[in-house]
């Protein structure tokens, strides 16, 4: 078990500039989630995947953002035209069916 | 979707035994408790997790009371390393996690 795998650690970019984060699960887990996580708040669901297919996405997660799962391993979250306050903790997580989750330690974005 | 209550804060001392009690009037029959850790600048962590009476592991025990309505996550002879945020999650395991719903959780502090 190597653990959840977040890349890069830390990301500063301009408003406006477009931002690609990569999670590699752990290797049988199925199913991988995006959490976003602000200072003093608890993470917040953005969206989940079940293999390669996204089964569900939160009211939080605008067009800008677009995630991806290709051939079910690694996942991509990408943020389009970033805004302030899209600065944030992006978390990825992954689970074997129901099991609990497991996290990645996470994405820092900083919009400038 | 079962909300829960948890103190802001806590303070303890090294040594002590550290109870944390999360509030979950509305639970319904097939939530699961679950609680996480998270250390700054990491991903949350499995704690522990039950569905009534008592459950514990090498980390933490849990006790239910018979009503369901609340939980206490009770941690034995803390140490300074067990400063960190707390949080309880109360959801159906067949939904899935996408449906839990992490709060602010309790900062935990624990001096020597």
């Known amino acids: 078990d190597t653990g959840v795998s977040q890349d890069p650690r830390h990301k500063i970019t301009k408003r406006g500039q477009n931002v690609t984060f990569r999670c590699d699960p752990i290797s049988e887990h199925n199913r991988l989630y995006w959490y976003r996580q602000t200072l003093g708040q608890g993470p917040e669901f953005l969206t989940y995947?079940?293999?390669?297919?996204?089964?569900?996405k939160s009211r939080l997660l605008s067009d800008r953002f677009s995630a991806e799962r290709p051939k079910g391993s690694f996942s991509t979250l990408e943020i389009q035209r970033t805004e302030q306050g899209d600065s944030a903790m992006y978390l990825c997580a992954s689970s074997l069916g129901n099991s609990p989750l497991h996290f990645g330690n996470g994405t820092r974005l900083t919009v400038t | 979707l079962a909300k829960t209550t948890q103190p802001i804060s806590m303070d303890s001392y090294e040594g002590q035994e550290v109870n944390i009690t999360c509030s979950h009037n509305?639970?319904?029959?097939?939530?699961?408790i679950t609680w996480y850790q998270q250390f700054p600048s990491q991903g949350p962590r499995f704690i522990i997790q039950?569905?009534?009476t008592k459950v514990t592991n090498e980390v933490a025990s849990l006790f239910i009371p018979a009503d369901r309505k609340s939980s206490t996550l009770s941690l034995p002879r803390v140490s300074l390393s067990d400063t960190a945020v707390y949080y309880c999650l109360v959801g159906d395991q067949i939904q899935g996690a996408q449906k839990l719903v992490f709060g602010q959780g309790t900062r935990l502090t624990i001096n020597p």
């Open positions: 039950g569905y009534k």
């Open positions: 995947f079940q293999n390669e297919a996204q089964l569900e």
């Open positions: 509305n639970i319904a029959t097939n939530d699961y």
